[in-house]
């Protein structure tokens, strides 16, 4: 089954690290770029940051950079977002998101995981 | 980077009804313009691609429109199970940025 998993959420205090992972199957992970989307409670879709297949192009939205680290392991099928200094209004569901075409690397997504809730709160 | 507005931020209308969200670039993205569709508690689902471009599964009351800076999205016959929040998003170069919602729901 093409899948993606989220995982690594939790509860974290302002200023506190978390790192989140995205287990991909049923697909060949390798050729697709991948992304992160972020959705604060009740709030809407925020594009998070953007991961080529061979790691050679990264982006982030302006709200994470210099925090936020965008990784991935095409040996495990897997996607990565390592999080520092995080910040109230980081507080949302994050999903691993996959776009339809592999030789379109920032094309639409039509492949999201369930999400994995980070809250960050003291 | 370009920024995407959407309007209204929500409606209300009757089962039956014609239903129009407008969606706006603050610069030309040619039809490079998507549309999703979030249930309550449901991940995102995707519509539309290529501004009219209807995704394999999708019921064809709904239709896409516009190029350049202007989009719309239309539901020709609302029914019950379009209650949901409608997200444009521009897309084909970094940032692939959202569109701040249009929720839906029946009168």
């Known amino acids: 089954e093409v899948q993606l998993v989220e995982s690594g959420g939790g509860l974290v205090k302002p200023g506190g690290s978390l790192r989140l992972s995205c287990a991909a199957s049923?697909?060949?992970?390798?050729?697709?770029?991948m992304n992160w989307v972020r959705q604060a409670p009740g709030k809407g879709l925020e594009w998070v940051s953007f991961i080529s297949s061979s790691s050679s192009y990264i982006h982030y939205a302006d709200s994470v950079k210099g925090r936020f680290t965008i990784s991935r392991d095409n040996a495990q099928n897997s996607l990565y977002l390592q999080m520092n200094s995080l910040r109230a209004e980081d507080t949302a569901v994050y999903y691993c998101?996959?776009?339809?075409?592999?030789?379109?690397?920032?094309?639409?997504?039509?492949?999201w995981g369930r999400g994995t809730l980070v809250t960050v709160s003291s | 980077d370009i920024q995407m507005t959407q309007s209204p931020s929500s409606l209300s209308a009757s089962v039956g009804d014609r239903v129009t969200i407008t969606c706006r670039a603050s610069q030309g993205i040619s039809n490079y313009l998507a549309w999703y569709q979030q249930k309550p508690g449901k991940i995102p689902k995707l519509l539309i691609y290529?501004?009219?471009t209807l995704q394999s599964g999708v019921p064809s009351r709904f239709s896409g429109s516009g190029s350049g800076t202007d989009f719309t999205l239309t539901i020709s016959s609302l029914q019950p199970e379009d209650v949901a929040t409608y997200y444009c998003?521009?897309?084909?170069?970094?940032?692939?940025?959202f569109g701040p919602g249009t929720k839906v729901d029946i009168k």
């Open positions: 049923g697909f060949t992970f390798s050729s697709y770029s």
């Open positions: 290529a501004a009219s």
């Open positions: 998101a996959r776009p339809t075409s592999p030789h379109n690397p920032y094309w639409y997504f039509d492949l």
């Open positions: 998003q521009k897309y084909n170069s970094a940032p692939q940025t």
